[in-house]
């Protein structure tokens, strides 16, 4: 059993006209969590490697640190538009003692990342096209940094209770197992073409 106390601080401004099909805004996000420091009083040799896991992970330590943008331009007038959407977002997951990082809230990078946290653990999940699910922090290897940056250029087929709309992106990102390996200029990188299909009841 792991026990997470943590301390969350966000600041978020959305100004986006329509949030299926967005033509014009943009929308920031910066958030911190921080837990306490446990290592720092509770006495405990977690240079130990005999440490039991239950008492070395009994309390969550860290500091995590996010920052997302994203940014909508239509580049013609009328309800279709062209619209070229960019996004820059990167996170970091520190900790306090460098013998007691935590095993839970790091990055699970790679694929389509739909679900928010990967399945049976409490990594955040952070898609990238073009790539197997996880395959940039596989089994064994938790990302403690990432980045991601993305440029997309979308057109509406259909819009009305069902929107369907093209799309032509290109996006680079990487994770890093060290929070001191983080480099924005080292990416893995892809392209591609694809469509968007929004059905109310489904």
């Not at 920052?67 to 279709?80: H, I, V």
């Not at 990055?107 to 946290?117: E, I, L, P, V």
Request: proline fraction near 5%; include cysteine; hydrophobic fraction near 30%.
């Amino acid at each position: 059993s792991a026990n997470d106390i943590n301390l969350e601080l966000r600041i978020d401004r959305n100004s986006v006209d329509n949030p299926v099909y967005t033509r014009r805004g943009s929308d920031f996000s910066f958030s911190v969590s921080f837990t306490p420091p446990y290592s720092l009083f509770d006495k405990k040799d977690y240079s130990d490697p005999s440490l039991p896991l239950s008492d070395r992970y009994r309390f969550l330590e860290y500091h995590k640190w996010k920052f997302k943008a994203r940014t909508f331009t239509a580049l013609t007038s009328g309800q279709k538009c062209f619209v070229l959407m960019t996004r820059v977002e990167f996170g970091l997951l520190g900790s306090y003692n460098k013998n007691k990082k935590s095993p839970f809230e790091t990055y699970y990078m790679g694929g389509d990342g739909m679900s928010g946290y990967s399945t049976g653990s409490a990594e955040e999940t952070i898609g990238l096209r073009g790539y197997e699910n996880g395959s940039l922090t596989p089994y064994g290897a938790e990302g403690y940094a990432y980045s991601r940056m993305s440029l997309e250029l979308r057109y509406p087929f259909l819009l009305g209770n069902t929107t369907i709309y093209g799309l032509g992106f290109v996006e680079a990102g990487n994770a890093w197992t060290e929070t001191s390996k983080f480099n924005p200029f080292d990416m893995k990188r892809s392209a591609g073409l694809g469509v968007r299909i929004f059905l109310p009841m489904v």
